[in-house]
């Protein structure tokens, strides 16, 4: 593990490890396998509300743990070595959170810090970006916000949104203005039990089947124009400017797929006797296994650099860092998966063992957040005007 933590951090990811490990690992196989995985699933949500982990990030005076983003990081990782579904639930609570943290005022603060330690509702939030035309191209939404006197009137759809179907309250971007492009959209906070809030079609995905996916319908919400956060125009810069915090957050989990790849790994390779003597001692397997390690601490690291750059110059642009992050650890927990595959042979390929969903879990993490694309597009701009 590279994160260099103080004695409390590290006290944190040890219980994080601790929950994961007791009160996730027992159930994932058959959650995983189900259909619907129904109440069990919303019991373990419930253990880790209680456990403070949607409230990481949250400074102490408003009631959350006011965690650094190194133990956040740090935290994802063990949770996600378990299960990068659950990972991915907490995680994308923190997504929402965030444009509240960076721009919200203080009572808007008190009111995700009370949706997100379990005063009040499920614990979760979802960050409603993604439409069905607006993926990568995320300035090209259509879901508008109205303003009429001191309230404004949502209507649009949201969809593949982490938390859709769990979420107690939805961070939305919505255009105010039409005639302004990505200065015409604007970020507001929307209650779940407000009158004309629905929840659409559930995705069955091909992995992290530990969180939930939906549409999420807004028809003719009102909501009270103090639920504007920020500026009226700023939403854009700030769902970029979440994103670019958030997407490190991502290769955590990636990173622990990874982790957890290698570590499924070896145990098998230690055992398994091929030719007279443990395939771990065969220089294939060896180095197939150094390749993997190397890769996940290179990605470790990458979020190490992010983190480093992000918190040596506070407002020092970071959109690079985070892209690289994001897309190094995406990209490699899908190689690093499908060589645990390959290491267990039959046996990795098998529901049986763990390995398999490993690689349907690593997938989406080339894909949201932004896609390993997109980062490219990103990293490649910030390349082509060094
Ligand atoms: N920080 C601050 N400002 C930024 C920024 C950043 N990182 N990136 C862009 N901006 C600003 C630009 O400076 C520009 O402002 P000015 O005109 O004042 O200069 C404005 O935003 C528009 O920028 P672009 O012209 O670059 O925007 P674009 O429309 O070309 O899009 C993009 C750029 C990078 C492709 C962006 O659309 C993007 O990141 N797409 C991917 C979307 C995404 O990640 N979606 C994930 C959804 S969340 C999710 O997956 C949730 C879940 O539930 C799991």
Not at 311 to 325: D, G, M, S
């Amino acid at each position: 593990m590279g994160y260099i933590l103080k004695k409390d951090q590290q006290d944190l990811v040890n219980l994080a490890k601790d929950f994961a490990e007791k009160k996730v690992a027992p159930f994932v196989h058959e959650l995983d396998q189900a259909k619907e995985p129904g109440q069990k699933l919303l019991d373990i949500y419930q253990e880790a509300v209680d456990m403070g982990f949607c409230g990481l990030e949250i400074p102490e005076e408003y009631g959350g743990l006011g965690q650094d983003y190194y133990t956040v990081a740090a935290v994802y990782e063990e949770l996600a070595k378990v299960d990068a579904g659950v990972a991915t639930a907490i995680a994308a609570s923190g997504l929402g959170l965030k444009p509240v943290l960076q721009h919200g005022t203080d009572a808007q603060k008190k009111l995700y810090a009370e949706y997100l330690t379990g005063e009040k509702g499920s614990g979760f939030c979802a960050f409603c970006l993604t439409e069905a035309n607006a993926g990568s191209d995320a300035a090209a939404g259509t879901t508008v916000a109205v303003k009429q006197g001191d309230e404004y009137v949502l209507n649009g759809t949201k969809c593949f949104i982490t938390n859709g179907g769990v979420a107690s309250v939805y961070t939305v971007f919505a255009i105010t203005d039409k005639t302004k492009g990505v200065k015409g959209i604007s970020a507001f906070i929307v209650e779940r039990d407000r009158p004309g809030v629905s929840v659409g079609k559930e995705e069955d995905k091909m992995g992290i089947r530990l969180s939930n996916t939906t549409e999420v319908i807004f028809q003719d919400v009102h909501i009270p124009a103090d639920h504007l956060i920020g500026q009226e125009g700023k939403g854009f810069i700030y769902a970029m400017q979440t994103l670019d915090l958030a997407r490190p957050m991502v290769a955590s989990l990636a990173v622990g797929i990874a982790q957890r790849a290698i570590d499924e790994s070896v145990k098998y390779a230690k055992q398994r006797v091929t030719f007279g003597k443990p395939i771990i001692k065969h220089e294939v397997i060896a180095f197939k296994l150094a390749d993997m390690d190397m890769k996940t601490e290179v990605a470790r690291a990458s979020i190490i650099n992010f983190l480093n750059t992000y918190y040596a110059v506070p407002k020092r642009n970071y959109t690079r860092e985070a892209a690289i992050a994001k897309c190094f650890a995406g990209d490699i927990a899908v190689q690093v998966a499908l060589e645990a595959v390959q290491i267990l042979g039959g046996f990795g390929y098998s529901r049986e063992y763990p390995v398999e969903k490993l690689v349907r879990d690593a997938k989406i993490m080339q894909i949201y957040e932004g896609t390993n694309e997109v980062q490219r597009m990103v990293i490649a701009g910030f390349v082509a005007n060094q």
